[in-house]
């Protein structure tokens, strides 16, 4: 004997008011639970290890040696030369790259940092060298 099935397939609708509900009260209690906090420095760009840009502005090198040694370009100068000598480059489309030694203390580079930001000097970036260029 062969009995009938009595079942229907309803067809329902999912009610997007409560998700979207649920989402923007969401969105509201992180918007004002985390904290943004900005912590005061000095802001650089780095440069990346895959990719190069093409830099419109005129580059200037501080090399840093690793007994803290500063160098403009080729030309060893004193942290007070350098920032006389950052003035006169402040005006324009200028970047400045610092390329310090790996041993160089920490505190030398911000320094110099602080000296270019001081020289009016908002580019700057520190030269690194990708991995897999290592010895």
Do not use: W
Not at 33 to 54: C, E, H, N, Y
Request: aromatic share 6%; no cysteine.
């Amino acid at each position: 004997m062969k009995f009938k099935r009595h079942y229907e397939i309803f067809k329902g609708q999912i009610n997007m008011a409560p998700l979207i509900d649920v989402v923007l009260q969401q969105l509201i209690y992180f918007m004002l639970t985390s904290s943004f906090i900005m912590q005061p420095g000095i802001k650089i760009q780095l440069p990346t290890a895959v990719s190069t840009d093409r830099i419109e502005e005129k580059e200037i090198f501080i090399n840093v040696s690793a007994e803290g040694i500063v160098f403009l370009g080729e030309k060893q100068v004193s942290l007070k030369q350098l920032e006389n000598s950052l003035k006169t480059f402040s005006s324009g489309n200028v970047i400045v790259i610092i390329k310090g030694d790996q041993r160089t203390p920490h505190g030398r580079i911000v320094k110099i940092m602080d000296i270019a930001r001081i020289a009016g000097i908002s580019k700057i970036a520190i030269a690194t060298m990708p991995e897999s260029e290592l010895p």
